[in-house]
């Protein structure tokens, strides 16, 4: 009996990575892209935050043999102070929120998907 699970153990591990692709995501998921776009806002400075997200599609290529994955989004950015214009007067007041659609790349890595902002998810 101990034989039959030692040998059930190897198989069952062989079936979960086969079938789950060793564990990790097939694709950056909507909460990767939120996380991108809140450090890349914080990275340029950006006096917001990211008050929704949404994946709205991606695209999968593989370039000499490294995967890319296009994520597009919609997203609002809060602002949380005023922003001021050419003439000084403010040009995006605070608490004021933005609608913006984009798209965001991620490479394929031995430990995850890597994103715009250099981090692996």
Request: with cysteine.
């Amino acid at each position: 009996m101990r034989h039959a699970r030692l040998t059930i153990l190897p198989l069952l591990f062989i079936l979960c990575v086969g079938l789950f692709g060793c564990g990790g995501q097939s694709t950056p998921s909507e909460s990767d892209g939120k996380a991108v776009m809140d450090n890349m806002t914080a990275a340029a400075h950006v006096p917001a935050h990211v008050k929704s997200f949404t994946k709205t599609n991606g695209v999968m290529q593989d370039v000499g043999g490294v995967k890319h994955y296009t994520m597009q989004y919609e997203a609002e950015l809060e602002y949380t102070e005023d922003v001021p214009g050419p003439l000084g007067e403010p040009q995006i007041k605070k608490g004021d929120v933005k609608k913006q659609t984009g798209s965001m790349e991620f490479q394929q890595t031995e430990k995850g998907w890597q994103g715009q902002d250099d981090k692996i998810y």
